[in-house]
């Protein structure tokens, strides 16, 4: 059985926080979630760039940053491509052999210069391991779209109205899927 949760929505209508409280709740209650999150990195109030973790082991990376010397550009940021690779792709491939479910944030832009995290990606999905992602909102790659188009893909829209309910939710959706799957 495999199952793909997959939120978007605008930036910042709190598609990483509920990650972060999905995970933090599952592994509470002693569910092994792996994978990447990816959180900003701000100084009064301006963003300057953004850090990717490890969820196992608590690794930190920058992702891209402002002044990031070299890599692609994304907008102003510079995508660090040794630390996406050697701490966010590592990071999902650990998940896909260790994990009850991976949890991926964000694909976006940034990320998807990496072909090696597609590469990652790709092995989630056929690993049958359950998935919970953030999907850039306006991201069109042929990842993002094999992975909406999966017949076993529930895609969640992040709004402002939803988002106070949506942990719970997806925490009870995830523990249910784990189950069902470790009952088998």
Do not use: W
């Amino acid at each position: 059985m495999k199952r793909l949760i997959l939120l978007t929505g605008p930036p910042r209508t709190g598609k990483t926080t509920i990650v972060q409280k999905v995970v933090e709740k599952l592994t509470k209650e002693n569910y092994r979630l792996g994978g990447m999150i990816s959180k900003e990195i701000q100084t009064d109030r301006t963003r300057l760039g953004f850090e990717i973790c490890d969820i196992f082991t608590g690794r930190r990376g920058i992702l891209a940053h402002v002044r990031q010397p070299t890599g692609p550009k994304i907008g102003k940021y510079r995508v660090n491509l040794r630390d996406l690779n050697s701490i966010g792709v590592a990071a999902i491939l650990e998940a896909v052999v260790k994990a009850d479910a991976v949890a991926i944030d964000e694909i976006g832009p940034m990320e998807l210069v990496s072909e090696e995290f597609v590469d990652a990606v790709r092995k989630v999905i056929a690993s049958q391991k359950l998935l919970i992602a953030t999907i850039h909102y306006r991201v069109n790659a042929q990842i993002v779209g094999e992975l909406k188009s999966d017949e076993e893909a529930h895609l969640v829209e992040v709004t402002s109205k939803n988002r106070e309910q949506l942990p719970a939710l997806i925490t009870e959706e995830v523990a249910e899927l784990i189950d069902a799957k470790l009952n088998c």
